[in-house]
């Protein structure tokens, strides 16, 4: 149908979606830099979406009824801030508009959670969108089971790009969410046939629709200029039949463009003057940029309104609740652990300090995942198929699938990377502390999502077991060696490396208070002797370092270590205090809280002067600084650790044969005084 | 059908596959470590396989044309090494089997490739094998029709598992071997219905055939007990249609164990004596452990020969070339690399020491390339489609797809990870120097095939284009800021992060000539000045660190850096001179050959006493070693670079407000002093 005749058959939405494209093609245009294309040829489904379907209001965007909008094809940023803006919410001012990707700017030229409300999640790195809504709506879906829909009944939207269909993560992410019936979770496919190299042709050939219908989803199509059209399959689409659906919008990129609309020339560049001019005139709007005519400003403020009535009869119905519902669900929602936890654990560190177990800190892990999630209703626990050996699964929580929403264990299959993102998900909804496990050396598969849970500060919880040459067999394949180092490299991660079941619990409680930060925690296979014997309520890998053994008398040489190898340095320091040299043990179980150590604290830990020796069955790069002192301060320094792969032979070979033994501490020790 | 039937029906086959069988379980039971159900239920399907179908001459395991066998579930290690075993494959003698897992032998956890012959790439992270296929393929469609059937007409057979098919890298696989139409492509799913935790219905629904179907995909099926069905499967699929072959095996995870066959306890863990010697007789397999009668042995023995008058008829063929073409045919198989390259780059070098363009490292790139291409006929480049950014594109190649086997150029799709397996496997067939591009930050997408070129030492060349902080405004989820620490630590791999062209080129002649190394180059998005002004012949990247500008005394300060950041350096150290404290500069484009360089070479560089500044727009972690020095050296060292993620806004901008600029240097500089 020609532009003309799609403008009259519809004129009233036809300005409030030319509202949308005009602001994107004018805010790439300033910013000199972006993606008009996407907003261009997708603001027909978005402003039927926002205007008849999706349920929000600008007024109060962190209503926790809201359903949720996720842009996975987040390089059309412009797509959403055009939203935000054009239906009122208050950060989403004009102002940031016109700033579109300059410094300080909510509007980032990929949507950045935390950038501004409405932004739900970060996205940008293609299929991360679409993988996190499966932790939306598995979070909505059980939260609607606890708590009944009069309190949570939401759908996630999701509009995602050819890119996102085909990035793997969107394969684990849709067989998931169609293995668990996920069925208000929608996504609103740009079938616009382009890529920035050019035809979709050129690289892909798939049939998505019975791709998605191969893993349990509802699908459907609509000509994706036509509102009405476009509003009948919304309307298929929100009907839950137990299926999430897929809605292939069939569209063109940079819809209105005579010369570039429809090509790859429209994907990530600006549209120039020339042609942004002709297309104003081909979308009849005649205002300059950034100028919106108040009777179209008026009509999209009133679509941000829509929502008030629901969200106002919501509010009351949670006001209506028995005080022990309404305080169950307002815990829930807020993010806050209890108060029980740090008894809890400290309660369990004693224990443990008496008991002195030798288990393997995966073990430990379990241990303490049994005091806690009793305690804490909204962990929700998983495994990437790894459950045995993660030991991620407690016994009273039960499998959460299509038939179970109550269950709080998640099988997320052999799927680390949409593992991870569900579990972005599931913490950015709200309502759950989501934590799941795979064997450390997959973190390689998981980084996508890692990487994003760092930067938008979600407190997940990753329980990495088999996390070095300990494990053994399995071989270089299954053995970490760069990824501590990777781990530590990456900003706001926290990455502990516990020794023992006590350092393990104090982990698990830095993790599970953490409010904008996730956890790595990498854990050992073999078993490990408990060396914290004298309880102290304090949590002393809340400072990153420590000493765990004391010099017999001024320290000549200090050993540090984390994790497995903490029993070696501990083993060497007692052959050298049998020879007379005073060593010092400092436990390292998480650098990144070390070094927000006070200055004189650091000092105290690791004093000038004596010979230091780091321990740990992996690559050097993440101690030279422990090692050197920041500022450079020991000539006499070295490590004991891995400088290659690892190999395949039982663990115990495998640290005499690499040369991570007591022995070779000790010598290494003597060498250097 | 009960298993005695199944063996009175084909006492043959089920003599040859219960060989297979009880090594298996025999080598797992003595390693007591390993993956007995897999081998236990592909044992027929394999035996078929190897018997009728698979073109092979174990006297001669390295035979170009020969097809390849591809174990992607790599967990079922002993399914591999029994049939190299029974076929005569020299290096995988009987002692090799007794001494599964164990240090030293060949018959590691999971296959590794250049472990044994035979083993065609390592497998074990799941999905790999099948990915890396998709490059076995490509490489013999092509060499195929660069060389004709005569010289290159084999099959690319590859054993999955569910968890192949559930990790997202198996998507990007299936849609880009059915796009290209990879007729000779066989998969054979070992379709058993169990993973770790236990069914597969615990976390999956998918219909996989329907899925790979819609990929472009032809699907069979088979009863994989059933000789006879599966010898009809795997005749139907070895017939080209053009598509890519998936056939479903219907199997019984450790099959023949009453106990435990069927279930998951079979997957990862020995059966148990006694359950070995139940399962033993219900095979009527009457031989002790590692013993295997004379007449069995004589069998596979035939098999393993069976090809050898192929492969002489093969040899024939080749010797029968004109000899121009048997030496480009020898060429292209020996993997070396021409002797027209390193005058080719020295003239480049030469040429833009002289003109000093001003050009980012992504354009200098492309500069190189169309110099190299068309020296070096054995180059398949290619992008995640991102050809226009990564200027991984030059004029001479045409495009590789499922018309023009003759191009040279892949448009792989937004499929990082499955470009980087594809690339392997290119790699590994022979004939074949891939290089592909992404944008740096999503090296984290591509981890897991990336980190296996490195253990492999698969000389492959990754183009991450867009470095730093200094793309701009597409923002921290495309900025990489812990992705130089992240290669820095993964053993085996040299990261290049050239300064200008002269460097550029530099590292492309050294990734072109590696035997043993993959290559990452870190490239500006943003335009840089040429900097090595004085031309040399030599090779300076190769020392991988140089002085590129000295200080006009005895230096006081030493100014480090990298890529984008020598410009930076460089502009410092003309301040500081201006200020009268001589400053040496520093570039350090690539830390893993400077490691390797001899202790004198690099204390000529970094002598100790002046002040050291390293400056790089990401984090300092693999910067430590050479602030510090590798035993301690100077205490007056510091670091100007990203502590946190990066931001969006135009790239001088980022630079200004992370304060990463030539004032900071200098004022870091006199601080110091």
């Not at 929403?405 to 099988?411: E, M, P």
């Amino acid at each position: 149908m020609p532009l003309t005749a799609r403008r009259l058959a519809d004129p009233d939405h036809w300005s409030l979606a030319s509202a949308i494209r005009v602001l994107s093609m004018d805010a790439v245009e300033q910013a000199n830099s972006g993606h008009p294309g996407m907003p261009m040829g997708m603001a027909d489904v978005a402003t039927v979406l926002w205007r008849k379907h999706l349920k929000f209001d600008a007024s109060a965007p962190n209503w926790f009824d809201r359903d949720r909008f996720i842009l996975s094809a987040g390089h059309g940023s412009m797509l959403i801030y055009s939203l935000l803006h054009l239906t009122g919410f208050e950060q989403m001012s004009l102002e940031q508009l016109k700033n579109f990707r300059q410094w300080g700017a909510a509007t980032a030229g990929h949507p950045e959670y935390g950038h501004a409300e409405g932004i739900e999640t970060t996205t940008g790195p293609l299929g991360q969108g679409l993988a996190t809504s499966v932790g939306f709506a598995m979070a909505e879906a059980k939260m609607r089971a606890e708590f009944g829909e009069e309190l949570c009944d939401h759908r996630t939207w999701v509009i995602a790009g050819d890119g996102c269909l085909m990035e793997g993560i969107s394969q684990e992410a849709i067989a998931l969410a169609g293995h668990l019936r996920l069925g208000r979770l929608i996504v609103l496919w740009d079938d616009n046939k382009i890529t920035i190299d050019g035809a979709l042709s050129l690289s892909d050939s798939t049939d998505q629709l019975k791709r998605f219908e191969a893993s349990g989803w509802r699908t459907l199509s609509c000509d994706g200029h036509d509102p009405a059209d476009i509003d009948r399959a919304l309307t298929a689409a929100a009907q839950d039949d137990g299926r999430p659906v897929l809605v292939a919008c069939n569209t063109v990129i940079g819809f209105g463009s005579a010369k570039k609309g429809g090509t790859s020339g429209v994907h990530g560049s600006p549209l120039g003057a020339d042609e942004i001019a002709a297309t104003r005139s081909a979308y009849a709007w005649e205002h300059a940029p950034f100028e919106l005519p108040e009777e179209i400003t008026a009509r999209w403020r009133e679509i941000g309104a829509r929502g008030a009535a629901a969200r106002e009869a919501w509010a009351a119905r949670v006001d209506a609740l028995p005080e022990d519902r309404r305080e169950a669900f307002a815990a829930r929602v807020s993010g806050e652990t209890s108060d029980k936890l740090v008894p809890a654990i400290a309660a369990l560190k004693q224990k443990a300090s008496t008991d002195a177990p030798k288990v393997a800190t995966r073990k430990a892990s379990e241990l303490v995942l049994e005091v806690v999630n009793p305690i804490l209703p909204e962990t929700i626990g998983g495994s990437a198929d790894l459950t045995g050996s993660n030991n991620t699964k407690t016994a009273d929580l039960g499998i959460f699938d299509a038939q179970n929403r109550a269950g709080r264990y998640v099988h997320y299959g052999i799927r680390e990377h949409g593992m991870a993102a569900a579990m972005n998900g599931l913490a950015l909804h709200g309502g759950f502390r989501p934590y799941g496990g795979t064997f450390m050396a997959f973190t390689d598969y998981a980084r996508g999502a890692m990487r994003l849970s760092a930067l938008m500060g979600v407190p997940v919880v990753y329980v990495m077991t088999h996390d070095s040459i300990g494990l053994g067999e399995d071989g270089p394949t299954h053995q970490p060696v760069e990824h501590l180092a990777m781990l530590r490299a990456t900003p706001n991660t926290w990455t502990f490396r516990p020794a023992d079941l006590v350092e393990t619990a104090e982990a698990w409680e830095l993790a599970l208070t953490a409010d904008g930060t996730p956890s790595v925690l990498a854990l050992s296979r073999q078993n490990l002797p408990t060396l914290r014997l004298d309880h102290t309520d304090d949590n002393l890998t809340a400072r990153g370092a420590y000493v765990l053994r004391e010099a017999s008398g001024a320290p000549q040489a200090i050993l540090m270590a984390s994790g497995s190898e903490v029993e070696i340095a501990v083993k060497a320091a007692e052959a050298l205090e049998a020879e007379g040299i005073p060593t010092r043990v400092v436990s390292v179980p998480c650098m990144e809280l070390f070094r927000d150590q006070p200055e004189d604290y650091r000092a105290n830990v690791l004093p000038e002067g004596p010979v230091r020796v780091a321990v740990e069955a992996a690559v050097r790069q993440p101690w030279d600084w422990l090692l050197m002192g920041e500022r450079g301060a020991e000539k006499r320094a070295g490590f004991i650790g891995m400088t290659g792969f690892g190999a395949s032979a039982p663990a115990d070979r495998l640290y005499k044969e690499f040369g991570i033994t007591p022995e070779a501490t000790v010598a290494k020790v003597k060498a250097l005084l």
